[in-house]
């Protein structure tokens, strides 16, 4: 048995002094005092919160991108994940056209099984939808899928509007909930022409090509459509600009929609003047081609705010990590290329918890950090009560985390498989001192211990 002791334990009914026991994968006692036995393995939690572990539920790991390989694999992933406090993510296996969803999730299955350090789930990301489809989402729901993720952007991927009802019913009959990239595609592209055609070619080009009434349309029309579909459960993954917030209150001032909505750290502490970074290499600004790109100011204070007031339920990360040298780089003008050759996403599935707790430190406490990057994307996904909570039978997910740890984020010292990190430099008030996966140690003050006991969650 694992006993961790003399900790604040983040409770679901608030902060409690006392110890938790771990055996078997699940947690076996929650008390005021808990005395070892013989052979224990005890852990010292004086002056640490214990929390649940945290909970991903956006990351795309080990993908084809149509141009590149992501940097981090399964692997590589979920290992940084666990070392940032991290215990299960929900990565997007992709069913691209011609693949049948069943087939999609069997090969993410061979990308991730056994080789994960924390427990992974998946979405379904569905690119076409027509005949069989309905008994090809039947069949990944039994395989413990209950998340499903449709695009309004990119030709090869974004459905039209008809099709994403049908796809917005059949989630909705299933119990499940759709979530949703909403940026107007077919605005992208030309407006991607028409930067272009004015001979702005570097990464500062992407913003621009991408502006905040792009995203907010396409929310707003999600949420008619959705509304259409008899209120079916639907995510806005990524929320990145006030004027979506807009059109997400908007909707829910129509009436009881059922709205789920996610932004990203990458929205909460960075702005669009990063696209004007040159760096040593005079190519600095393409580490931040991501869709959505980075906003205003005005947005990311919108944004905050939107979390301290509840409106925004998760803060996951969008991990999509491509290396600047010899990925990111295939964009440089000088090569021929432009903003568009620039493979999109970026990292963060490491320093996300990190990142939250210190940039809202003051405003966001223990039991705020669980709500929203654990107890919520649990609930959202169909994995709570199991998982995002302490208690007695939960799953012995749990991490013991350092308020008082100072320490800078590098890509000199991070595991992210990636050569850079947007948040180089930041000083970052707590750490996740221990990280437990299914009740085995994968993780001590960032880095591992070499223990892989993540799991496939079924929901």
């Given at each position: 048995?694992?006993?961790?002791?003399?900790?604040?334990?983040?409770?679901?009914?608030?902060?409690?002094?006392?110890?938790i026991?771990?055996?078997?994968?699940h947690i076996?006692?929650?008390a005021?005092c808990?005395?070892?036995?013989?052979g224990?393995?005890?852990?010292d939690?004086?002056?640490?919160w214990?929390?649940p572990?945290?909970?991903?539920?956006h990351?795309h790991?080990?993908?084809?991108?149509?141009?590149?390989?992501?940097?981090?694999?399964?692997?590589?992933?979920?290992?940084?994940?666990?070392?940032?406090?991290?215990?299960?993510?929900?990565?997007?296996?992709?069913?691209d056209r011609?693949?049948?969803?069943?087939?999609?999730?069997?090969?993410?299955?061979?990308?991730?099984?056994?080789?994960?350090?924390?427990?992974?789930?998946?979405?379904?990301?569905?690119?076409?939808?027509?005949?069989?489809s309905?008994?090809?989402?039947d069949e990944?729901?039994?395989?413990?899928?209950?998340?499903?993720?449709?695009?309004?952007?990119y030709?090869?991927?974004r459905?039209?509007?008809?099709?994403?009802?049908?796809?917005?019913?059949?989630?909705?009959?299933?119990?499940?909930?759709?979530?949703?990239?909403?940026?107007?595609?077919?605005?992208?592209?030309?407006?991607?022409?028409?930067?272009?055609?004015?001979?702005?070619?570097?990464?500062?080009?992407?913003?621009?090509?991408?502006?905040?009434?792009?995203?907010?349309?396409?929310i707003?029309?999600l949420?008619?459509?959705?509304?259409?579909?008899?209120?079916?459960?639907?995510?806005?993954?990524?929320?990145?600009?006030?004027l979506?917030?807009?059109?997400?209150?908007e909707?829910?001032?129509?009436?009881?929609?059922?709205?789920?909505?996610?932004?990203?750290?990458?929205?909460?502490?960075l702005?669009?003047?990063?696209?004007?970074?040159?760096?040593?290499?005079g190519?600095?600004?393409?580490?931040?081609?991501?869709?959505?790109?980075?906003?205003k100011?005005?947005?990311?204070?919108?944004?905050?705010?939107?979390?301290?007031?509840?409106?925004?339920?998760?803060?996951?990360?969008?991990?999509?990590?491509?290396?600047?040298?010899?990925q990111?780089d295939?964009?440089?003008?000088?090569?021929?290329?432009?903003?568009t050759?620039i493979?999109?996403?970026?990292?963060?599935?490491e320093?996300?918890p990190?990142?939250?707790?210190?940039?809202?430190?003051?405003?966001l406490?223990?039991?705020?950090?669980?709500?929203?990057m654990?107890e919520?994307?649990?609930?959202?996904?169909?994995?709570?009560?199991?998982?995002?909570?302490?208690?007695?039978?939960?799953?012995?997910?749990?991490?013991?985390?350092?308020?008082?740890?100072?320490?800078?984020?590098?890509?000199?010292?991070?595991q992210?498989?990636?050569d850079?990190?947007?948040?180089?430099?930041?000083?970052?008030?707590?750490r996740a001192h221990?990280?437990f996966?299914?009740?085995?140690?994968?993780?001590r003050?960032?880095?591992?211990?070499?223990e892989?006991?993540?799991a496939?969650?079924?929901?």
């Amino acid at each position: 048995m694992i006993i961790i002791r003399n900790g604040t334990l983040v409770l679901p009914e608030g902060l409690v002094r006392g110890d938790i026991a771990l055996e078997g994968g699940h947690i076996a006692r929650i008390a005021s005092c808990i005395a070892p036995a013989e052979g224990d393995e005890v852990h010292d939690a004086a002056g640490c919160w214990v929390m649940p572990g945290f909970i991903d539920g956006h990351t795309h790991l080990q993908c084809w991108t149509g141009m590149d390989w992501t940097a981090d694999s399964f692997e590589t992933g979920t290992r940084a994940a666990a070392c940032g406090g991290t215990t299960t993510i929900v990565d997007y296996a992709t069913a691209d056209r011609g693949v049948t969803m069943p087939d999609a999730l069997a090969e993410w299955h061979r990308r991730a099984d056994g080789t994960c350090t924390a427990n992974y789930a998946f979405h379904m990301a569905i690119s076409e939808w027509g005949e069989g489809s309905l008994e090809q989402m039947d069949e990944v729901c039994s395989g413990g899928v209950r998340s499903f993720k449709t695009y309004l952007a990119y030709d090869h991927l974004r459905l039209d509007d008809a099709q994403t009802l049908e796809v917005l019913e059949a989630v909705r009959d299933r119990g499940g909930v759709l979530c949703v990239h909403c940026e107007n595609g077919t605005l992208v592209n030309e407006l991607q022409r028409r930067v272009i055609s004015q001979g702005i070619v570097g990464p500062e080009g992407h913003p621009l090509s991408r502006p905040a009434a792009v995203e907010a349309e396409a929310i707003s029309r999600l949420l008619y459509l959705a509304h259409l579909a008899g209120d079916a459960p639907v995510n806005v993954v990524h929320l990145s600009t006030e004027l979506g917030l807009r059109a997400i209150r908007e909707a829910k001032a129509r009436g009881r929609q059922n709205i789920h909505v996610e932004t990203c750290p990458q929205y909460l502490v960075l702005d669009d003047e990063r696209y004007l970074e040159e760096g040593d290499d005079g190519f600095a600004g393409a580490k931040y081609v991501m869709s959505p790109p980075l906003r205003k100011p005005s947005d990311r204070r919108a944004l905050r705010q939107a979390v301290l007031a509840g409106e925004i339920e998760t803060i996951a990360t969008d991990h999509c990590s491509f290396n600047l040298h010899g990925q990111k780089d295939r964009g440089r003008p000088e090569a021929g290329g432009d903003f568009t050759k620039i493979p999109n996403g970026g990292p963060g599935i490491e320093h996300r918890p990190a990142v939250i707790a210190t940039t809202f430190e003051g405003e966001l406490g223990p039991c705020d950090l669980v709500r929203l990057m654990s107890e919520n994307p649990a609930r959202v996904f169909s994995m709570w009560p199991r998982k995002g909570r302490l208690a007695e039978g939960a799953d012995a997910d749990v991490v013991v985390w350092d308020p008082a740890a100072r320490w800078t984020i590098s890509a000199a010292t991070q595991q992210q498989a990636v050569d850079y990190t947007p948040y180089e430099g930041f000083e970052a008030h707590g750490r996740a001192h221990l990280v437990f996966v299914n009740g085995r140690l994968v993780a001590r003050d960032g880095e591992p211990t070499g223990e892989r006991p993540g799991a496939y969650v079924a929901r």
